[in-house]
């Protein structure tokens, strides 16, 4: 028999030693990874191209973006945290720290909605310039991530308040800071290349 | 099952130390004057920076096996060639198109 009818989930062990599912999430982000390059690679490629405005230098907004970089920062904080605290059987703060994670992700959407309705009113949109394009284009395609990150989290966190999540579910806490994490390098560089270098 | 040792919740506030602080510098560089001629590299020194801190401590690549990390620097590498080669070949066709217009001209 199996051992998948009760208790926490176990991932099978691969030949080589490691966690099946940490393995396969590895090649997830790995993909992802081609993917946010993709997009990137697109922003650079058509940076200083468009021919009417409004251009980057003109509508970003550098204290706000840096508020919000500092929120993602620390929710990162927040998550190593949450998986610190279920490794060592801290459910009670496991949970306090799960949904600070999820709660900072919240906010830093809640900022990117209103820098994209700034943008909007301005008179930046999907197809006014190759700038609106690629930038539209390339930070909702990471704020879409951020989300699933919210509700994944989210999700982790009900179940531990119901007592679904335990210690021995570590490995699932750990997969989704993988995820978390992952979100939060490519802002690095997306704050880093859209922002800053314009 | 992987037998890595993680990080201590000491390391974890460190790191995000040094985050925060690289940010900091980050920001006030863009705003110096004196630094706009480098400007470029040294954001991308300091962006490098950060993204090795998560990479390397809060997605435990230090302590992971190396399998992990071949599974995303592999594409990383990848990803980043391909990002190179495009601005290379945009410059060059920039560089061409502008030669040819000076030449016409």
Not at chain 1, 180 to 185: G, K, L, N, R, Y
Not at chain 2, 46 to 51: P, Q
């Amino acid at each position: 028999m199996t051992h998948a009818h009760a208790g926490p989930p176990v991932g099978h062990h691969t030949s080589l030693g490691l966690d099946s599912r940490k393995l396969a999430f590895w090649a997830f982000i790995g993909s992802e990874c081609l993917l946010f390059t993709s997009l990137i690679s697109t922003y650079l490629v058509y940076k200083g191209r468009s021919v009417v405005g409004p251009y980057p230098h003109e509508i970003l907004n550098i204290p706000f973006t840096s508020v919000s970089t500092f929120d993602l920062l620390m929710s990162s904080l927040m998550m190593v945290l949450a998986l610190a605290a279920v490794q060592r059987g801290d459910m009670k703060w496991g949970k306090i720290w799960l949904f600070c994670t999820a709660l900072l992700g919240t906010v830093f959407l809640g900022g990117q909605v209103i820098e994209f309705t700034e943008f909007v009113h301005k008179g930046l949109t999907l197809q006014t310039n190759l700038f609106g394009c690629t930038f539209f284009v390339l930070t909702g395609t990471h704020g879409a991530h951020v989300t699933v990150g919210v509700l994944w989290l989210l999700t982790l966190w009900v179940r531990a308040l119901q007592g679904k999540l335990t210690q021995a579910h570590a490995m699932t806490v750990e997969i989704s800071g993988l995820y978390w994490h992952f979100v939060d390098v490519v802002w690095i560089v997306i704050f880093t290349v859209v922002y800053l270098i314009q | 099952m992987s037998t890595q040792q993680h990080p201590t919740v000491d390391v974890y506030l460190r790191v995000a130390a040094a985050l925060v602080i690289l940010t900091v510098l980050e920001v006030g560089v863009f705003y110096v004057p004196a630094f706009h001629p480098v400007l470029v590299p040294v954001l991308l020194v300091l962006s490098a920076c950060k993204f090795t801190l998560v990479m390397m401590f809060y997605m435990h690549l230090k302590a992971d096996s190396r399998i992990f990390t071949f599974l995303f620097g592999a594409p990383l590498i990848l990803a980043v060639t391909v990002l190179v080669a495009l601005l290379l070949l945009l410059l060059g066709a920039l560089t061409l198109r502008g030669a040819g217009g000076a030449g016409a001209g």
